[in-house]
């Protein structure tokens, strides 16, 4: 069991040393390179806090030079809850717990080309989630954007946070799974579940604007035409909204920690026809996003 972290910390002065390793910031709100921790060895008790202390700070760690075979990213993972089983996963062979994530000139898509948060489509969501990259395109190429969402929340007006805090979304896992990757559904189909459009971080106590272009289909009780009209202008306040992102740039062996409750994510899919190889292992989240 982890500590919590009750309240912010204002761009710029959220802490950069820790008990056991300090970070290097990707911008002053969201993102940071852990320094000199190696994943593959056991982690103290204090390591393990001190990794969700600045987790939950900066909502996005890049550990580099990592060595990590299947097991040790499983443990690394489990250290912070359960692993989770990708809703895609009856279409895999392999280990159900990772998740891999492979383009390459005959790929039809690239998984996570958009912005989104993971598999919001489920009724308790990821809480975070892993990706160690070991092969990037040699071209150069291939980063991820993380956009924070307690900042994207926070730049809204006044009059539009009071309209939207007490709404309702529902997030459907055929709008990726079937309508972009094209797969077959499970037996009772791919999860749907309604969250609130704005959550509370169980662990900060913050407000998140939680809809995302992924998955969220509609808003619950106003017109289809509303509803789009009102998702669509915060997907562009998202994706034009620089101020919000962090980008990282893999090498290889790096492994990059989101926090899934407060981010969502874009990889970018500029490298065709090179490619680019990673796995990852999500945690479960473990309880509904709640207003
Ligand atoms: C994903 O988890 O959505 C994929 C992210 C990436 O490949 O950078």
């Not at 309702?168 to 459009?197: C, F, Q």
């Amino acid at each position: 069991m982890f500590n919590t972290r009750d309240g912010q910390f204002d761009a710029g002065q959220i802490p950069t040393r820790y008990r056991t390793f300090e970070v290097q910031s990707l911008t002053p709100h969201i993102g940071a390179e852990v320094q000199h921790v190696d994943l593959g060895a056991p982690l103290s008790n204090e390591q393990a806090q001190d990794i969700h202390d600045a987790w939950l700070d900066w909502k996005v760690l890049v550990f580099r030079d990592q060595h990590l075979d299947r097991d040790q990213h499983k443990a690394f993972g489990r250290r912070f809850g359960r692993l989770h089983v990708h809703p895609m996963q009856h279409q895999y062979k392999g280990d159900p717990e990772i998740l891999t994530v492979k383009t390459t000139a005959k790929s039809p898509y690239t998984a996570g080309d958009g912005w989104h948060t993971d598999v919001t489509c489920d009724p308790v969501p990821p809480l975070g989630s892993m990706l160690y990259v070991t092969e990037t395109p040699e071209s150069g190429g291939g980063d991820t954007l993380f956009a924070d969402m307690y900042l994207a929340y926070e730049l809204l007006s006044d009059p539009i946070k009071a309209f939207l805090d007490g709404l309702t979304a529902v997030h459907d896992g055929a709008i990726p799974y079937v309508g972009s990757y094209k797969s077959t559904p499970p037996e009772g189909g791919y999860p749907r579940n309604e969250h609130p459009v704005v959550t509370r971080h169980p662990g900060t106590g913050r407000k998140i604007l939680y809809v995302n272009q992924g998955f969220t289909s509609h808003i619950v009780g106003l017109s289809r035409a509303e509803s789009r009209a009102v998702l669509d202008m915060l997907y562009r306040h998202i994706a034009s909204t620089p101020r919000l992102w962090c980008r990282v740039a893999w090498e290889p062996n790096t492994l990059t920690f989101w926090d899934n409750r407060c981010t969502q994510h874009h990889a970018v899919w500029d490298y065709y026809p090179h490619s680019r190889y990673g796995e990852r292992v999500s945690i479960l989240g473990d309880r509904r996003p709640t207003a």
